[in-house]
């Protein structure tokens, strides 16, 4: 299993299953929180057209181009469903935050051979390696 860090130092492409509008939601910090350390964040959610005018997109069959990694912050119950998704669009990594994970979706990620990181906070793996660079 690829550990956080490396996959943060060298992947550059990420969906964002989950995106919100709602700047009090987790989700709605990752996405900032990627494209400030200067990823190219695809965020996904049906409902929204846009996210602070960053384009939105209804699902993975959309996105311009194919993520290296999906994130996926929802309830664990819909992140189960997603992880077929990801499997079926033949990207390789899935990434279930603290929150959004259960035995059943690393499961169904597993079976489908993808690789899977688990409740390990994106954000919090970012911040940490920022702090060992200034050291």
């Given at each position: ?25 987790y989700s709605y ?26 384009r939105c997109y ?18 664990p119950k819909n ?57």
């Open positions: 299993m690829a550990q956080p860090e490396e996959i943060l130092k060298t992947k550059k492409t990420f969906a964002l299953i989950g995106a919100s509008q709602d700047m009090l939601k910090e990752l996405l900032f929180t990627l494209l400030d350390a200067g990823y190219t964040v695809y965020p996904i959610n049906p409902r929204y057209e846009n996210i602070d005018h960053i209804p699902s993975l069959a959309e996105l311009p181009q194919k993520p290296e990694v999906v994130i996926i912050t929802l309830a992140a189960e469903a997603m992880v077929e998704s990801v499997a079926q669009h033949g990207v390789p990594t899935v990434w279930l935050p603290p929150g959004s994970w259960s035995d059943e979706a690393i499961a169904k990620a597993r079976a489908a051979g993808l690789e899977v990181l688990f409740n390990v906070c994106p954000i919090g793996t970012l911040r940490k390696m920022k702090e060992e660079k200034t050291m």
